[in-house]
C-alpha cells in the first residue's frame, strides 16, 4: 500500500510523510474512522513509507525488501493487535491465533467493515475483544530487539475493545515506550477509549469517503447510503413542512427494511447527519465533514429547524435503538419515533 493509493484523506497523508521526512514521529497515534472508512489503508502506506529503503517523490518505492513484506503483512517488526474470541479448543487466544485469517481479509479487502473481520475470523456471534493474554504477549515481543534494526511498529485495530486489563497493560508500554516503538491504533469510538491512552495520542480524524470512493470501495454501502439518505431527507422535508401524515410514512418505510442491520444502518445514518446539522448551526460547518455536494442541503435543514433539535433528536434516536435490540414492536417504535420528533423540530 503506497500513499497515492489512498482515496482522499490528502492532509493526513501529507502529515504522515512530514513526520517521516523529518525524523519527527510521534510514539502514538490514534486514527478515528467511520466503519469501513479507510484508516487502515493510510496506517499500512505510512508504515511502508517509514520502511522503505528507496524512498521516492514523496512515497515507498513498492519495491525494496521492506515494502515488499509490509505489502504481504509479514514483516516482523510490524505487529497487528485486533479484537478476537475463543475458538474450537483455542481457549485464550490472541491476534496471533488468526493472523492468516487478518491477513487474507486485509490483502482481499483493505476497507473492509468491523463485522466483516469477525465474519473473516469465524467467530459466529460471539463478541470480540482485545484481553490481557494479548497486552502481555506484546510486552514480550517488545522486549525483545527489532528483528531488522529499525522502527517496531504496533498496529492496535479497536482499542475500545480492551478489557481494563489489557488497557493498563498497554498503557504502562504507551507512556514508557522501548525506543524506535511507534503505536498506530484504529478506532470507531474514541469516547470509548481508556482516557489515559487516547491523551497520550496524537489524534487525527480520517475523514468519510466521498460518494465517488464509495462507489469503488463498498459498491453495495453506496447502495444503502442512497436508501438511507432518501429516508432522513423524506423525513425531515415532513417534519419543517408540520406534515404528519407523510412523516409517519417514513415510519412505515422503515419498519418495511425487514433486517434489523439495516435499520440500526440508518440510525448511525441519522445520528451522523444530526451531528452534521448541529456544527452547521454553530458555524462549525469546517469540522463537520461535509462534501461539497452536500453542503446546500445541511445549510438548509440547519437553517430550518430550531438550534435544540439535534441535540433531543439524537437522544430520541439512541433511546429507539436501545428498544429496537430488545425486540419492542417496530410499527410502534417507530411511530413513536416520528411523532417524538415532531414534537421538538
Known amino acids: 500500500m503506497r500513499f497515492s493509493d489512498i482515496k482522499g484523506n490528502s492532509s493526513i ?15 502514538a497515534m490514534l486514527f478515528h474512522e467511520n466503519d469501513g472508512g479507510g484508516a487502515l489503508p493510510i496506517v499500512l502506506a505510512f508504515l ?29 517488526d510490524v505487529h497487528f493487535i485486533f479484537p478476537v474470541a475463543g475458538k474450537g479448543s483455542v481457549d485464550k487466544p490472541t491476534s496471533e491465533t488468526f493472523i492468516s485469517e487478518w491477513r487474507e481479509l486485509i490483502l482481499s479487502k ?3 467493515f468491523e463485522n466483516q473481520l469477525y465474519d473473516a475470523l469465524g467467530l459466529e456471534n460471539k463478541q470480540g475483544v482485545i484481553a490481557v493474554s494479548e497486552a502481555k504477549s506484546l510486552l514480550d515481543k517488545l522486549s525483545l530487539f527489532g528483528v531488522e534494526g529499525g522502527y517496531r511498529s504496533v498496529v492496535v485495530y479497536l482499542p475500545e475493545k480492551m478489557n481494563i486489563q489489557a488497557a493498563n497493560t498497554l498503557l504502562k508500554m504507551i507512556e514508557e515506550p522501548p525506543e524506535n516503538t511507534v503505536f498506530l491504533m484504529i478506532t470507531h469510538e474514541p469516547e470509548k477509549v481508556l482516557k489515559t491512552i487516547y491523551s497520550r495520542c496524537l489524534f487525527m ?26 429516508i432522513f431527507g423524506d ?9 404528519l401524515l407523510t412523516a409517519l410514512e417514513t415510519a412505515d418505510a422503515l419498519v418495511d427494511l425487514k433486517n434489523r442491520e439495516k435499520q440500526k444502518s440508518f440510525f448511525k445514518f441519522a445520528s451522523e447527519a444530526l451531528r452534521k446539522i448541529f456544527l452547521v448551526q454553530q458555524g462549525l460547518a469546517s469540522i463537520a465533514d461535509i462534501s461539497e455536494e452536500e453542503s446546500e442541503y445541511y445549510s438548509r435543514l440547519a437553517g430550518s429547524v430550531k438550534r435544540s433539535f439535534s441535540r433531543n433528536a439524537l437522544t430520541y434516536f439512541d433511546r429507539a435503538q436501545t428498544l429496537l435490540e430488545r425486540n419492542v414492536n417496530q410499527k410502534i417504535l417507530f411511530t413513536d419515533l416520528v411523532n417524538r420528533l415532531y414534537v421538538i423540530v
Not at 497523508?13 to 510514539?27: C, E, F, K, Q, W
Not at 529503503?53 to 518505492?61: A, E, H, K, T
Not at 415532513?238 to 406534515?243: C, G, P, S, V, Y
Open 48 to 76: 511502508q513509507y517509514l520502511y522503505c529503503r528507496s524512498r521516492q517523490d514523496g512515497d515507498s518505492c513498492s519495491e525494496c525488501p521492506s515494502c515488499n513484506k509490509i505489502s504481504k503483512l509479514i514483516h516482523p
Open 13 to 27: 497523508v501529507s502529515a504522515l510523510r512530514g513526520m517521516v521526512d523529518t525524523g519527527r514521529i510521534p510514539h
Open 235 to 243: 423525513l425531515m422535508n415532513a417534519l419543517i413542512a408540520r406534515d
Open 205 to 230: 480524524r480520517v475523514l468519510p469517503l466521498s460518494r465517488e470512493d464509495l462507489k469503488d470501495v463498498h459498491p453495495e454501502q453506496d447502495a444503502e447510503y442512497s436508501e438511507n439518505a432518501d
Open 110 to 112: 483493505p476497507y473492509f
